[in-house]
């Protein structure tokens, strides 16, 4: 398995309030992404990194923002805690070049739960 | 844009039973196609994959086949077991600098013993 945490696994907070959701790998992977699962959507992409301090934005990205001031963590900051943010989140890590195809696998975390009450 | 399209779940069956799950797709380009499964609990796992027309990708019982001229990667095993229940998702992308995924809705699957 990849070596890829998230914290904290579960989190339930009030509408308004700030959180931060960390991901941590230790692949010394290039690539790391934050997806949101919901019913009836899939996952989406709400940002991505592409090195330290390299971010863009992702599908859903509205009300999220991220960071990445090492390799080995990418943050995602609910700033101010909405209902419609009540979801799944997934981190995912690639690095290019390690599939000669071109097509390089994303690796994923186990997820956290996170409810806006 | 390009979109992934997923069978409705949840799909039930008994052990032993042949699977299909279907998953098309509609793309500007030429992508490559993955599949991704999620156990309970859990977060996705590479499945299998294909990244070009006509390639079978298979692994652990399962098989799919890029086809382009339906735009399809249906994806099939011919005996499953109580142990492949999960949810299952197909997913396209470009690869290049960013290499981000597009994915179906996902298909929940429940094998009964």
């Known amino acids: 398995d990849a070596g890829i945490t998230q914290s904290p696994r579960h989190k339930v907070t009030e509408t308004g309030t700030p959180v931060t959701l960390r991901c941590h790998q230790t692949?010394?992977?290039?690539?790391m992404y934050w997806y949101r699962q919901d019913p009836g959507h899939g996952l989406r992409l709400i940002h991505y990194s592409y090195g330290v301090k390299d971010t863009d934005k992702g599908e859903v990205s509205d009300g999220y923002s991220v960071s990445r001031s090492k390799t080995e963590d990418f943050l995602l900051t609910l700033e101010s805690a909405t209902s419609s943010q009540t979801s799944v989140y997934f981190c995912?890590?690639?690095?290019?070049?390690?599939?000669?195809?071109?097509?390089?696998?994303?690796?994923f975390g186990p997820g956290t739960r996170l409810t806006v009450l | 844009g390009d979109s992934v399209t997923q069978m409705e779940g949840p799909v039930t069956l008994s052990e032993e039973a042949f699977l299909t799950i279907n998953c098309t797709y509609t793309?500007?380009?030429?992508?490559?196609l993955f599949w991704y499964v999620q156990y309970p609990g859990e977060g996705l796992q590479l499945l299998l994959k294909a990244t070009k027309a006509d390639d079978k990708g298979s692994n652990k019982g399962f098989e799919a086949t890029y086809r382009k001229e339906t735009t399809s990667f249906h994806l099939e095993k011919g005996s499953v077991q109580v142990s492949d229940s999960a949810v299952y998702f197909c997913a396209l992308t470009y690869g290049g600098a960013t290499n981000k995924l597009i994915f179906g809705t996902g298909t929940l699957l429940a094998v009964q013993p």
């Open positions: 793309a500007t380009g030429y992508p490559s």
């Open positions: 692949e010394n992977h290039r690539y």
């Open positions: 995912a890590i690639s690095e290019p070049g390690l599939d000669v195809t071109g097509t390089d696998t994303q690796y």
